[in-house]
Nanobody
Framework: QVQLVESGGGLVQAGGSLRLSCAAS????????MGWFRQAPGKEREFVSA????????YYADSVKGRFVISRDRAKNTVYLQMNSLKPDDTAVYYC????????????????WGQGTQVTVSS
C-alpha cells in the first residue's frame, strides 16, 4: 500500500508562489509515476503535472507550463509542486496521485491519492 499526505496549500495573492508537498510512505518503489491534479468548484478534475520515475520525465498542462515545476526528493520520499506566478484561475483543491497509470494525464488510472490541499489565489 502507498499512502500520500499533502501539505502546503493556502491563500496567496495573484503573482505569488506556493510550494505543495506530497509525502509518500509504503511501497513507493512500485510507483511508476506520480502526478498532481486539481479540482475547482463547478469544473472538471484537471491534470496539472506528472513525473515518470523510470525516466525522470516530467509533464505539464499547458495552463501551468513555465509557471509550475514538479520535483522529487528521494531522501525525504517527497514530491513537490512549486507554483509560481499564481493566477486566480489556479484556485482549486490540489491532489497528488501515484501508481501505474495507463495514461499519466488521466486521474482515473492512478491507484493512490492524497487527501487534497486547498489553494486560493486572490486578485
Amino acid at each position: 500500500q502507498v499512502q500520500l499526505v499533502e501539505s502546503g496549500g493556502g491563500l496567496v495573492q495573484a503573482g505569488g508562489s506556493l510550494r505543495l508537498s506530497c509525502a509518500a510512505s509504503g511501497r513507493t518503489f512500485s510507483s511508476y509515476a506520480m502526478g498532481w491534479f486539481r479540482q475547482a468548484p463547478g469544473k472538471e478534475r484537471e491534470f496539472v503535472s506528472a513525473i515518470i520515475w523510470s525516466t525522470y520525465t516530467t509533464y505539464y498542462a499547458d495552463s501551468v507550463k513555465g509557471r509550475f515545476v514538479i520535483s522529487r526528493d528521494r531522501a525525504k520520499n517527497t514530491v513537490y509542486l512549486q507554483m509560481n506566478s499564481l493566477k486566480p484561475d489556479d484556485t482549486a483543491v490540489y491532489y497528488c496521485a501515484a501508481g501505474y497509470p495507463s495514461y499519466y494525464t488521466q486521474a482515473g488510472t492512478y491507484a493512490y491519492w492524497g487527501q487534497g490541499t486547498q489553494v486560493t489565489v486572490s486578485s
